[in-house]
């Protein structure tokens, strides 16, 4: 008996919880509620705006370290990036903040004697070049790896002097694994799954990647606009956590 | 559980929440007893995704004015209400059980309280029932607690306040496991 009572009781409770109007008088509420979850759940893509300007990713990004880390640290006969497929499921890249030492000019007052007879003391500018201490990000990427390279490859990654591109690079990459329209992306097989092949298709359990000139050729917006973007997206998405935790507006 | 337990749960559940319309109440009567003929068994635990669907879908519908919605929330209850009910593994003792549940009635608070008292249940987990009845009351209120840390990870995985309600009960009746049969 106390069984069915329990039963009884947890069941009136999510009912309850189901059948409440929302609060807010606006018939459209859902609808709008829907498309602001659409619109954040298609990030980045459906925020980017056409009157932007746009950077291409190996324009604001230093790819050649990575081509000389292959060559250099990995190995001298590791293959050029562009003859890989990279891999872009989401356990195979990630941003790291690092510090690197950065020349940089600076102007400094020296104190010079100058004058033949009469020596007198003069403040003078000059430039010197000295070292700092840099924040920048990183993004580490994952080849596939292939037969003819079993070993060699392990992983490169990109600097990018400005953060928020390097987060936009990885938001577009999530975009396209988890966008079945998007022609970049394609499947392939790791050797350790079989024979290695490409393909547009979504075949069970092959892995996600990008060719290298797609990728080194991603549209980043500039950095004001990057700014907008995120700013936008973060509203967005606050707004979107606060309807859906509400007991009263939640879906 | 009998087709019976369910429908009459759904028609309290419909008298309780004020509905009245009779397609809705058929909506609801209907789902809560469509789960027994899709041979989907055991309905007592691993149905979890099932009652999580069903009550998004109901949410959803409900917030688009589609009526469907009472037959999504039929179905889920029908889930939950067997989640919630122990099964004895003998199957002349499960169908005697079932019968017993399909006879007994649902109370109001203090009745029940009382029949909490009357059992021949330990003092203090008596005492933890009666307050299990308060809580439920309660609302999201019940989300404050120490169970609440438990759970926590989970449901704000989720972010879905009814699961996380649900998976509490959950986590409390465990605790309180071997009494509620009684």
Partial sequence: MLDLNFAYRICLEVSKAIIVQPPVSDPEFYPKAQKLQEKVNNFPESYIEKTWIYEKLHEIADISKMIEYMRVSVSPKAPRPQELLWLIGHNYFHIEEINVPVKAKKKVKILKMQGFLKKKELEKEEIVEETVEKTISRLHLYPLRQWRYPRALIQGYIDFQFGLAARYVLDRLKWIVNNPNCLERQFARTPMQGDYGVGSADPDGQSPCIRWSNFINIEVPVQNHLELLYKQYEADKANLEEVKNDPLTWF | ?182
């Fill in chain 2, 1 to 182: 559980m009998l087709g019976s337990t369910p429908s009459r749960i759904a028609q309290c559940i419909c008298n309780e929440l004020g509905i009245v319309e009779k397609r809705k109440i058929g909506l609801l009567i209907g789902g809560s007893t469509h789960p027994d003929s899709w041979m989907d068994f055991p309905h007592h635990f691993g149905k979890d995704k099932e009652i999580f669907n069903n009550i998004v879908q109901a949410r959803r519908s409900y917030l688009q004015g589609d009526d469907e919605c009472f037959h999504f929330l039929g179905i889920a209850l029908h889930y939950i209400a067997d989640r919630w009910t122990l099964r004895p593994r003998l199957s002349d003792k499960h169908t005697e059980w079932e019968k017993n549940i399909d006879n007994a009635p649902i109370l109001d608070d203090s009745k029940l309280k009382q029949a909490i008292f009357d059992a021949s249940i330990p003092t203090k987990t008596a005492d933890d029932l009666v307050n299990f009845v308060d809580d439920l009351k309660r609302g999201p209120s019940i989300l404050i607690g120490q169970d609440l840390v438990m759970v926590e990870k989970f449901a704000y995985s989720l972010r879905w306040i009814v699961l996380h309600r649900l998976v509490l009960l959950g986590a409390r009746r465990k605790s309180l496991s071997g009494v509620l049969h009684c």
